[in-house]
T-cell receptor, first 113, second 113 residues
Framework: DQQVKQNSPSLSVQEGRISILNCDYTNSMFDYFLWYKKYPAEGPTFLISISSIKDKNEDGRFTVFLNKSAKHLSLHIVPSQPGDSAVYFC????????????FGKGTKLSVIP | NAGVTQTPKFRVLKTGQSMTLLCAQDMNHEYMYWYRQDPGMGLRLIHYSVGEGTTAKGEVPDGYNVSRLKKQNFLLGLESAAPSQTSVYFCASQRALETGELFFGEGSRLTVL
């Protein structure tokens, strides 16, 4: 049973436009969400996070939106740049002594110059 | 500023052979993790450690053993490698559970023939 779902395996966007990556979750105990970015042959790197007490968190070109009632979060990248081309993983964490981040399968973003 | 270092980066084994992957972190983090990444599967937790001398099973622990004799090192062992263990392995460390942010190594690609 996949608790964190990224239903789009890939996404292509023109440089300068907005990239929207989506993530759905099923476990209502999740209270902290993170996005990781991964380039080929490298480890994932932390990008941005959001607590369940918020509905938006912004960091430069990256904004994460959380809709708890829909159990949905999205990552917006504006404007998209070719260097943003990578695989993006959504991850969720239930805190309170939980040691396990649950990851989605990832979405490969390609930003076309 | 090394962060999380994994050795070796690449390894080819024959079925039944044993090997150990070493993870070292220089950030004085308490928590350390071993994940595997397979195509279309995202990242899955194998084992984790909440401090020196402790280990625990994650989502997919079968066929692996771990040890955390020193705070900075987390070893992942395969006693009798199987082709199903062909994967990319990522080690990660974490400063505090509250943030959920993991710092990953660059990965170790293991092929079992």
């Amino acid at each position: 049973d996949q608790q964190v779902k990224q239903n789009s395996p890939s996404l292509s966007v023109q440089e300068g436009r907005i990239s929207i990556l989506n993530c759905d979750y099923t476990n209502s105990m999740f209270d902290y969400f993170l996005w990781y970015k991964k380039y080929p042959a490298e480890g994932p790197t932390f990008l941005i996070s959001i607590s369940s007490i918020k509905d938006k968190n912004e960091d430069g070109r990256f904004t994460v939106f959380l809709n708890k009632s829909a159990k949905h979060l999205s990552l917006h990248i504006v404007p998209s740049q070719p260097g943003d081309s990578a695989v993006y993983f959504c991850a969720a964490y239930s805190g309170a002594g939980s040691y396990q981040l649950t990851f989605g399968k990832g979405t490969k973003l390609s930003v076309i110059p | 500023n090394a962060g999380v270092t994994q050795t070796p980066k690449f390894r080819v084994l024959k079925t039944g052979q044993s090997m150990t992957l070493l993870c070292a972190q220089d950030m004085n983090h308490e928590y350390m993790y071993w994940y595997r990444q397979d195509p279309g599967m995202g990242l899955r937790l194998i084992h984790y450690s909440v401090g020196e001398g402790t280990t625990a099973k994650g989502e997919v622990p079968d066929g692996y053993n771990v040890s955390r004799l020193k705070k900075q090192n987390f070893l992942l062992g395969l006693e009798s490698a199987a082709p199903s263990q062909t994967s990319v392995y990522f080690c990660a460390s974490q400063r505090a559970l509250e943030t959920g942010e993991l710092f990953f190594g660059e990965g170790s690609r293991l092929t079992v023939l």
